[in-house]
């Protein structure tokens, strides 16, 4: 799309039929967003987010505000063109390569009111580009399967259950670890093929006991 030129409607930019080979000769309506960049350096220069109105008639389109790449100039010009006698403008540049681009007029004429005190872009002197037209299809056509979104969940829980797993034997290590190291570093043994069931612990006496003392003869015990 080499330009845009009409007015806005609540559909879109209504683009009436233009001599300019480039278009088709039927009237084309532009739904989407549309960045206008230089035609000389192709900078960035405005979107139509910033929309206020358009004068085909004037060739121009007016945005509410532009980026840092538009320069407004300091010193107040006045208008020549036919139907535009009398009008005050700042001349707008591109901030890359000088390039005029547009006007920002101070006071107009009636008809060009709409304009005023907006950065008014010279259709001549910027391309468009609509945004999302390379895509050529529907949006539903560009959404994925439904299969995608369930294979989406169930790796989630997967990994959900990965890292709970995780977590698990970290937290089981740190048991056994704390076992062994109750016991006096001795482990627990597995029990015999026999069946005799499990094997006696390594014994160890309690710390800071006498010896004596802590030995009981079995036949006092028992009063024998």
Do not use: W
């Amino acid at each position: 799309m080499d330009s845009l030129r009409g007015a806005y409607s609540g559909g879109g930019y209504e683009m009436p039929d233009s001599n300019n080979s480039a278009r088709d000769n039927s009237d084309e309506a532009i739904n989407g967003p549309v960045v206008l960049s230089c035609t000389k350096c192709r900078t960035i220069v405005g979107d139509t987010f910033a929309y206020v109105a358009s004068l085909p008639e004037r060739n121009y389109i007016a945005l509410q505000s532009v980026p840092e790449s538009v320069v407004c100039g300091k010193s107040k010009k006045m208008a020549t063109e036919k139907g535009e006698e009398n009008s005050v403008y700042f001349e707008l540049t591109c901030a890359e390569c000088q390039a005029p681009i547009g006007r920002r007029y101070l006071t107009t004429v009636e008809d060009m009111d709409s304009i005023r005190n907006c950065f008014a872009l010279d259709m001549d002197k910027v391309i468009t580009y609509e945004l999302g037209k390379c895509l050529g299809s529907k949006q539903s056509e560009l959404l994925p399967p439904p299969e995608f979104y369930v294979s989406v969940a169930m790796y989630k829980e997967m990994t959900k259950l990965r890292e709970n797993l995780a977590a698990l034997a970290a937290h089981v290590q740190k048991l056994e670890l704390t076992i062994y190291r109750n016991n006096g570093g001795a482990s627990i043994s597995p029990r015999t093929s026999g069946g005799q069931g499990p094997s006696s612990r390594k014994r160890t006496q309690p710390q800071g006991l006498n010896p004596e003392i802590y030995h009981v003869d079995s036949s006092k015990r028992f009063g024998r």
